[in-house]
């Protein structure tokens, strides 16, 4: 496994949280909402792997399944550090999109916000 950057390696006692935030599917125009079956439930594919802290699975998925998230190498080396420096949970703060917040359902982004806690 990759070794975390300097500015990322804590005393052993101390705890800390990381926290990030991807962007998921693009969703076609003319699809009433991003809440469609297929696109939302390729979105908690990889959440799911981002939830168990794991960072091959998630990879693996994202490129296996063709999965449209922005972010997934940045994602991906985050959770690999956040691993080496003793990570324990994550959590799903909010997934949303882009037409819940504009009102603008023509083409929509989901979005996940999560945080790594150790």
């Given at each position: 496994?990759?070794?975390?950057?300097?500015?990322?390696?804590?005393?052993?006692?101390?705890?800390?949280?990381?926290?990030?935030?991807?962007?998921?599917?693009?969703?076609?125009?003319?699809?009433?909402?991003?809440?469609?079956?297929?696109s939302?439930?390729?979105?908690?594919?990889?959440?799911?792997?981002?939830?168990?802290?794991?960072?091959?699975?998630?990879?693996?998925?994202?490129?296996?399944?063709r999965?449209?998230?922005?972010?997934?190498?940045?994602?991906?080396?985050?959770?690999?550090?956040?691993?080496?420096?003793?990570?324990?949970?994550?959590?799903?703060?909010?997934?949303?999109?882009?037409?819940?917040?504009?009102?603008?359902?023509?083409?929509?982004?989901?979005?996940?916000?999560?945080?790594?806690?150790?």
């Amino acid at each position: 496994m990759a070794q975390p950057p300097a500015a990322f390696q804590r005393d052993a006692e101390k705890r800390f949280l990381i926290i990030f935030l991807s962007s998921f599917l693009l969703g076609p125009p003319g699809q009433a909402t991003k809440s469609n079956f297929l696109s939302s439930h390729k979105d908690h594919q990889a959440i799911s792997h981002i939830l168990d802290l794991d960072p091959n699975g998630l990879y693996d998925t994202v490129l296996g399944q063709r999965i449209s998230m922005c972010g997934i190498m940045p994602t991906t080396i985050t959770m690999i550090a956040a691993l080496e420096l003793g990570a324990t949970r994550a959590e799903l703060v909010r997934y949303s999109d882009s037409g819940e917040a504009s009102g603008d359902t023509n083409q929509v982004v989901g979005y996940a916000g999560i945080t790594i806690h150790g």
